[in-house]
């Protein structure tokens, strides 16, 4: 009986999510193109610097976006470091700057070139018998951080004080890789006004759950998870609680469990607002 009530719960809260929520989402910026060629690649570079205070992630990308123009696919394809280190002069989000970001417009255009696109590029290392995509979420993180850096850099590797190697931090590293695994959601869930469902060679049965702080907390209270630190074990034991609940579709419920912390304010300690949250009934501090 208390998985059918976490269960039916959790689906109303999936039903009930707002396109409000959405605007407040670096998703959202995915939701600006209508070609799925334009959408990944939206969506890696948002997902790549969505760490941080929301406002100003949704500043920096408003940012790059600006002046990436009607076509990311067209700029990623055409970009030329050395273009590009003028146009984006200035930037900055907290650790990554403007030769960062130019890193990763240099390897996305490389993807391209290699394999037609991201998700081609991704597909190599898929392992259909694999019960998640650690091993690709591997593979291609070392794919983009063993390319040739030196139109941007002046060196084939990113210098020390580069943070640019934080964008692609790899799950054999016991990092949760909330930003790629928020990406592969994005990409792969089913299209449902939410998430895009744009790639079909990942199955949506294999991804991880995006562990931020506001996942951590909130699952924490539902009972999905009893560690302590937001690392890939975390993630993975979160997944697993969900899967439960949704074996084919498991992280069909992060956007609208996040938005409870990102758009209204759950901060894990009672508070007025947990007389109206919709999830109170299961929560160990608003069941209470």
Same mark, same amino acid.
């Not at 009930?16 to 670096?26: C, I, T």
């Not at 146009?87 to 907290?94: I, Q």
């Not at 539902?222 to 609940?245: H, P, V």
């Given at each position: ?129 694999? $019960?998640?995509?650690?091993? /690709?979420? &591997?593979?291609? =993180? +070392? ?7 030196? !139109? @941007? ?76 630190? $937001?690392?890939?074990?975390? /993630?993975? &034991?979160?997944? =697993? +609680? ?7 579709? !498991? @992280? ?37």
């Amino acid at each position: 009986m208390k998985g059918e009530i976490l269960k039916s719960t959790l689906d109303a809260l999936y039903e009930s999510r707002s396109k409000v929520h959405l605007a407040n989402d670096p998703l959202s910026f995915c939701h600006r193109y209508d070609e799925p060629q334009d959408q990944e690649i939206a969506g890696l570079i948002a997902s790549s610097f969505a760490y941080g205070n929301v406002k100003i992630i949704l500043r920096n990308l408003e940012f790059i976006f600006s002046r990436i123009g009607s076509s990311p696919r067209a700029f990623a394809e055409n970009f030329e470091p050395h273009k590009g280190l003028k146009l984006f002069a200035g930037f900055k989000h907290r650790f990554n700057d403007a030769a960062d970001l130019c890193a990763l417009l240099h390897a996305i255009r490389l993807m391209i070139a290699d394999s037609g696109s991201i998700e081609n590029f991704f597909r190599k290392g898929i392992s259909a018998e694999s $019960a998640n995509n650690s091993k /690709a979420m &591997e593979a291609f =993180a +070392a794919a983009i951080l063993g390319f040739d850096y030196t !139109p @941007v850099f002046g060196s084939r590797t990113p210098p020390k004080d580069s943070y640019f190697a934080f964008l692609f931090p790899s799950p054999a590293s016991g990092s949760a890789c909330k930003r790629l695994c928020m990406y592969l959601r994005w990409m792969v869930r089913p299209s449902d006004g939410i998430d895009l469902g744009i790639w079909k060679s990942v199955n949506p049965s294999q991804l991880i759950i995006p562990v931020d702080a506001h996942i951590q907390r909130i699952c924490t209270l539902l009972g999905f998870t009893s560690r302590k630190q $937001a690392d890939w074990k975390m /993630a993975c &034991e979160i997944t =697993a +609680a969900l899967k439960k609940l949704s074996p084919g579709d !498991p @992280v069909k419920y992060d956007f609208s469990i996040c938005h409870i912390g990102i758009s209204e304010g759950c901060s894990g300690t009672y508070a007025e607002m947990c007389r109206q949250c919709p999830i109170s009934g299961i929560c160990r501090i608003g069941s209470k």
